[in-house]
């Protein structure tokens, strides 16, 4: 099958892409492009699905760059192929290296200065977003010589508000940091919410100064066909899930 990749004109003429599972080799609860190494997938298996990720964006495996997630704010400066330890954001003006991000539910961020040459890529949950990794990943971005008003900035296929119900201890977390930050929260059923992760991801790209942002609008909960989501796997009761990948090069 061959791979379905969601693109932006927002970030072109760019070589980018928010890969669906489609057109990957694993199977079972995996089924699809898993691309994700800490998964309990077969690792020759998920080395397959990365290496079809790499064909297509024209790079190699190993300048296809990644970073150990963790849920921080922290943004490694990538000059070099090869892994690049733990963070949740890269940037780089290297030609020829592919920034990648994996995620299934968090939002996948895309961001690019085409005309300094300088992009961007983020794993923003609900945790590094609140933290300040989309606004730490602009000032990396300025240091290599990018202008905000000048980057583009695309979220990608991400849990929507309608399947992310959270309690109050989450509600409280966000409004002890700002008050006005309760205005992405929605009523549930009895003392739940519901978080628009992506709408905060917008307004804090918009709030930092960004020239453009914008969200692919789909939600990996709601499509099982398109996308893995760890929120509906544990819904589900499976043991475990799959990673989409996210990346872009220049």
């Avoid at 995996?30 to 080395?47: P, R």
């Avoid at 085409?114 to 945790?127: D, R, S, T």
């Amino acid at each position: 099958m061959t791979l379905e990749i969601l693109t932006s004109e927002t970030l072109s003429p760019l070589m980018h892409g928010f890969f669906t599972r489609r057109g990957g080799a694993s199977s079972g609860i995996f089924a699809g492009l898993n691309c994700g190494t800490g998964s309990s997938d077969q690792s020759e298996i998920v080395a397959i699905n990365r290496a079809r990720v790499a064909q297509a964006l024209a790079v190699t495996t190993e300048t296809l760059v990644g970073v150990h997630q963790v849920h921080s704010a922290d943004v490694v400066t990538v000059t070099r192929a090869g892994p690049q330890g733990k963070a949740d954001a890269m940037v780089t003006d290297v030609p020829g290296l592919a920034l990648s991000i994996l995620t299934a539910d968090c939002m996948p961020v895309l961001l690019a200065d085409p005309q300094a040459g300088v992009i961007g890529a983020v794993h923003a949950g609900w945790k590094g977003a609140l933290a300040g990794v989309l606004e730490a990943t602009l000032d990396a971005m300025e240091d290599l010589g990018a202008d905000r008003a000048d980057t583009c900035a695309v979220i990608g296929p991400c849990i929507s508000q309608s399947a992310y119900e959270v309690g109050p201890e989450f509600l409280d977390a966000f409004t002890a940091e700002d008050p006005d930050f309760a205005w992405f929260f929605a009523n549930g059923q009895g003392d739940r919410y519901l978080f628009d992760l992506p709408g905060f991801g917008l307004n804090r790209l918009r709030a930092a100064g960004i020239g453009q942002a914008e969200w692919t609008r789909h939600c990996t909960y709601a499509d099982p066909a398109l996308f893995y989501s760890y929120r509906r796997t544990t819904h589900a009761g499976e043991a475990d899930y799959g990673r989409l990948i996210s990346a872009i090069r220049l």
